[in-house]
């Protein structure tokens, strides 16, 4: 048999007799010692006939090999009512154990491939494409402060149970609350933002929500707030 293998090629005497075996198409629980043994010598041979460094770690196996064939040919002295010992058996041993290995370290190998053929990219602060906190119809007010604020009454009603609703079959469109609000300010000049939403259903929570923003959009109302945290309030928008 012709080699064309580097010794290099190899992680070990372990890892070249799984190549000859292999190649050898042999069952590795089922070695035929003699010729595996023939095929690892005449590869190490052919490695020193082309003056290659073969490691010490390959002429140890070399030793291994020729003492496991020589005992294969000697006869068997034990008591016959005892199951034979089999002199390849820790070589087996060392093989299967060598493979698992191997196949795992494989299986990371190919797990590294696809993770290199996927791109990710930092994470950015979202705030980067948003621009300036921007205040509301020349308020004190930002959006995040109005979000923040519609947040906290949120969670206030979860802690109010049971809620007061209030069902009504017709349909509340953001114009409707407009003017609804419109009517509020007219009569109060001011208004607290929470006291805004007297009917606590997610419908109408909701367009009074947008209500709020596309009036305030329009300058059709100002939104104050003295201090952090403060309550916000709906002021008229004067011409």
Do not use: W
């Not at 005449?42 to 490691?55: G, H, P, R, S, W």
């Not at 979860?158 to 609804?180: A, D, F, G, H, N």
């Not at 419908?203 to 945290?229: D, S």
């Amino acid at each position: 048999m012709e080699y064309a293998l580097n010794i290099e090629s190899f992680q070990g005497p372990l890892d070249l007799l799984l190549h000859l075996i292999k190649e050898s198409k042999m069952d590795i629980f089922d070695l035929r010692i003699e010729e595996i043994t023939n095929q690892y010598l005449d590869y190490i041979n052919k490695m020193e006939e082309m003056n290659l460094n073969v490691a010490s770690s390959y002429l140890v196996m070399s030793a291994e090999l020729l003492e496991i064939k020589s005992k294969m040919l000697l006869p068997n002295h034990q008591n016959e009512e005892e199951e034979p010992l089999d002199p390849r058996e820790d070589l087996v041993n060392r093989l299967i154990e060598y493979q698992k290995y191997k196949d795992l370290t494989q299986e990371f190998k190919n797990l590294e491939f696809e993770r290199q053929m996927i791109y990710t990219k930092i994470p950015e602060n979202i705030k980067d494409y948003v621009s300036e906190n921007q205040v509301i119809n020349g308020g004190e007010v930002t959006l995040d402060d109005l979000i923040s604020a519609f947040e906290k009454f949120l969670e206030r009603q979860k802690l109010k149970q049971p809620l007061s609703t209030k069902v009504t079959s017709k349909e509340i469109t953001v114009e409707y609350r407009r003017r609804s609000i419109k009517k509020i300010l007219s009569k109060k000049q001011r208004v607290n933002f929470m006291e805004l939403f007297d009917v606590i259903n997610r419908e109408y929570v909701v367009v009074t929500f947008l209500a709020v923003l596309e009036m305030a959009k329009a300058k059709e109302l100002i939104l104050k707030q003295e201090n952090n945290f403060d309550d916000i309030i709906c002021e008229v928008a004067h011409e």
